[in-house]
Structures are given as structure tokens and as C-alpha cells.
């Protein structure tokens, strides 16, 4: 059921922009039972501009298994009784004992999407789907900011009038978006991991012979997309290049883990600019440019064996840079320098593939006017509430939550599914108690 088109009586108290697992989580939480008594009274609504529920579907290798534990699913750090739980949906699948016979923490990629699936069809009549918003407006009464125009358009159908809806709150979570070297270029030769299964699909059915493929990229999901490319084309050379000497093991030791605590996001927050770098540059080894062990050894076993068998295919270009890269239809040159000495290899490849992960999208790029309406700090970042909410100017009463973008604030956890449930009942909870208090003031 589609949301309905911005009337009088259809004013709402939240809208969500993007409906990945951030929103999906704040929407379950919306809608469970809580406290709070006027909790069912809220009118909320979420736009995808996806036409369905999608989640890095381009890198949902058939055997590679999440990095986070199922408990941080969508609601069980915040709720452990909830319904919509990861156990529940294996119970619902009639998996739930072959499931715990694993015993494994970490389920299949692939299952934790369908998991994600599973939820989201639960709550379709509060998502719009095909709905990409182009622009966000502040509405003025009484000289007080106290809703905003959100409008969106269906990027299906250019010839479909564009649909407004007035909300007095907004989430934004449109997630990550892949980052590319300055003047990198995607083409039929050239990809960034995020489209790997698709493009992967439609070169095998096309029957186009790959005889070298070059990933850039150190962490996990290059080594993942190397170990992909290896075993999908068999007659390949899978070059890897990375300026590390080799790939580092991803740090999850149970005491580096609990900066992905939901007490070390408080800390993190009260901390001084100089400990959050600190602590940022300290942990980053938990997260960024690191793979998991297992993949490691996994992908030095495949080496050794192809030297005593005589046949490389496998070939790590450690301490090494691309310099050049030049794409046709039929191929791309690839120019790779060797970092210590300076020499420089070409290579005639068939595919290049960027493995050199992602970025929050530009939050100010996606609001327009409102941009101006939020505060920054001395180093033009947003500055952000404990609660996630934006800091405005004032004479603004609408309020604007961020679901990502927030590691200035909030630390490691802000991109990751880590403390994804508890943050949605921290966003709840700040809707309920400005509600509370607005119509306290609304009644004196």
C-alpha cells in the first residue's frame, strides 16, 4: 500500500529517506508496543528509491558470512523479546535447530539479506518504494521552522508528476555510496565491487573469454572479490594490488570489539576532539582495510598450491599503485608501480575491478535549503545530539535525525549494523519526549 499524497489531515510526525537496515530498524521500533502511551499515535513513513528492499546485493557472495554477530541483528540489543528478531525469522524459515547445530555466531550474507527481506515485507504499508527524493523544503508558520516538504518522484516513470509530503521530523539513512579514485571511471571493463555479482553473471552469459582480471583494494571485500573472480573464471589470472606488504587481519579480539559497545558510543561522544581521533585512529583495524583471517590463509593456500602445482593464477601485487589506466570496449591497460623501486608493469587485462569501499553520501547535497538551517562545528561538520538529532538554528521546532555520517560524533559504529537497533530506540525515544513536550507547551 502506497503512502498517502500530502494533505491536511496528513501531516507526518516522521518520514524516513532510504529504507536500508537503518530505517528498517527505526520503523520496527515505531511500531512495537512501548511505554509511552501516545507511542501508536505516531504517523510515520519511509521512501526507498529502490523498488524493493536491497541491501549490497552486489556483493552477496553465495558462501561469505557476516562480520557481526546475528544478536546485533535489528531489534535484539534494544529488544530481546521483539518478534522480528534474527532467531524468530530462522523459526519462521524452519531453520532455527539446523541453525544452532552450526554453532556459529555468523550467518551466511545471503541469509542475513533474506532475513532483512523478511522484516521489511512486514511493513510495506509504511514504505514507498521507486520513490527517490529530490528535494527537501523547510515550511515556515508563525516564523517557526516546523515541518518540512519533502518531494520525491518515481525514477521509473520520468513522466509521473513529482508527490509531496509535509512531515514534522526526518530520518536520513541513504547509506553508503561506493567511492572511486579521483578520475576513475566505471565502464563495461571497469567496476567497483559493489556491482561484482551482476557484472560477474553478465560476462559468463555472454560467453566473452576473461583472461586477466585486477582488483585494487586491501580489504575485505577486494580479497573477497578476488577469491570470487578466481573461482568464477577458471582460465584467469586474478591480479591483486594493494600498497600494504599484505593483507591485515581484521582486529575483532573481544576487548577491541566493545568499541562497538552501546556505552562506548556515550563515551566516544563526551570525549575531546584529540581522544576521538585517537580513538578512531586506534580501532580503525576493526573495520577499515583489514580481512577476516580465515579469508586470509584461505587465499595463501590457493598460492601455494598453484606454485606446486605449476600453474600461478593468483598473483598478489603488494607495495604496489596503479599509475595509469586506460579502458575500450575490449579491455584495459592497467600500469602498476612496484613501490620500493619504482618500476612500472602494464598490464592487458580484461576487467578492473575497484575494491576501494565506500562513503556516506553528501548529506548537505541530499537536503538543499535545510543544509543551511544546520549548525556546524570549528571544522565544518554537523554537529549532532546524543540522540542523533541535528542542532539547528534556532526557530527551527522540526527535527532532523541521522542514521550514518556521524563517526565525528558518534564513532566506528555510526556506517555499521553494530549498535543499528539500539540507536533506533534512542531515535524513538527523542520522538516521544519532543512530542511529549511540544504538546505540553502546545497546552499551557
Known amino acids: 500500500m502506497a503512502l498517502l499524497r500530502t494533505g491536511p489531515d496528513s501531516i ?64 535484539t540489543m534494544r529488544d530481546p523479546t521483539s518478534d522480528f528478531s534474527f532467531l524468530c525469522y530462522l523459526r519462521d524459515r524452519g531453520r532455527l535447530v539446523d541453525f544452532l547445530n552450526l554453532k556459529t555466531l555468523f550467518p551466511l550474507r545471503i541469509e542475513f539479506h533474506d532475513y532483512f527481506e ?41 513522466g509521473a508528476g513529482p508527490t509531496v509530503r509535509r512531515t514534522r521530523a526526518l530520518s536520513v539513512a541513504t547509506g553508503l555510496e561506493p567511492h572511486l579514485p579521483p578520475d576513475a571511471e566505471r565502464s563495461a571493463r571497469v567496476w567497483h565491487t559493489s556491482e561484482l555479482l551482476t557484472r560477474v553473471a553478465e560476462l559468463q552469459d555472454s560467453g566473452r573469454p576473461v583472461r586477466r582480471a585486477v582488483v585494487l583494494g586491501a580489504g575485505q571485500s577486494a580479497a573477497e572479490a578476488v577469491d570470487y573472480l578466481h573461482r568464477s573464471f577458471p582460465d584467469a589470472e586474478i591480479c591483486s594490488v594493494f600498497a600494504k606488504y599484505g ?18 558510543v556515550d563515551l566516544f561522544y563526551e570525549a575531546s576532539r584529540e581522544v576521538k581521533q585517537s580513538l578512531h585512529d586506534y580501532h580503525r583495524s576493526t573495520n577499515y582495510s583489514v580481512v577476516d583471517m580465515e579469508l586470509i590463509e584461505a587465499l595463501s593456500r590457493t598460492m601455494y598450491q598453484e606454485q606446486v602445482q605449476g600453474r600461478r593464477r593468483l598473483r598478489m ?70 540522540d542523533h538529532r541535528v542542532e539547528t538554528v534556532p526557530g527551527v521546532t522540526a527535527a532532523l ?44
Open 401 to 444: 535525525y541521522l542514521q550514518g555520517g556521524t563517526e565525528h560524533t558518534h564513532g566506528l559504529t555510526s556506517t555499521l549494523l553494530s549498535t543499528t537497533a539500539v540507536r533506533a530506540g534512542e531515535i524513538r525515544a527523542s520522538l516521544l519526549a519532543h512530542r511529549t513536550a511540544a504538546t505540553a507547551d502546545a497546552a499551557r
Open 317 to 386: 601485487m603488494n607495495v604496489s599503485r596503479l599509475r595509469e589506466v586506460s579502458a575500450s570496449e575490449t579491455d584495459v591497460k592497467v600500469t602498476v608501480e612496484f613501490l620500493p623501486t619504482g618500476e612500472r608493469e602494464v598490464l592487458d587485462a580484461d576487467l578492473l575491478v575497484y575494491a576501494t569501499g565506500y562513503q556516506p553520501q553528501g548529506i548537505a547535497d541530499r537536503l538543499g535549503e535545510i543544509g543551511k538551517l544546520c549548525l556546524r562545528d570549528d571544522e565544518d561538520a554537523l554537529r549532532v545530539g546524543r
Open 118 to 158: 523478511w522484516a521489511a515485507a512486514r511493513l510495506t504499508s509504511l514504505v514507498q518504494y521507486s520513490a527517490e527524493v529530490t528535494s527537501v523544503r523547510p515550511v515556515t508558520e508563525d516564523g517557526e521552522v516546523r515541518w518540512f516538504d519533502v518531494t520525491s518522484h518515481d525514477p521509473r516513470d520520468p
Open 247 to 264: 593483507y591485515t587481519p581484521a582486529d575483532d579480539s573481544p576487548f577491541a570489539n566493545r568499541i562497538f559497545d552501546p556505552e562506548a
Open 12 to 75: 507526518y510526525d516522521v518520514l524516513g529517506i532510504g529504507f536500508g537496515p537503518s530505517n528498517l530498524a527505526l520503523a520496527i521500533a515505531l511500531q512495537e508496543p512501548a511505554e509511552a502511551p501516545d507511542h501508536a499515535l505516531l504517523r510515520v513513513g519511509f521512501l526507498e528509491k529502490q523498488p524493493g528492499f536491497g541491501w549490497h546485493r552486489g556483493m552477496l557472495i553465495d558462501d561469505a558470512t557476516m562480520q557481526v554477530s546475528f544478536l546485533k541483528d535489528l531489534v
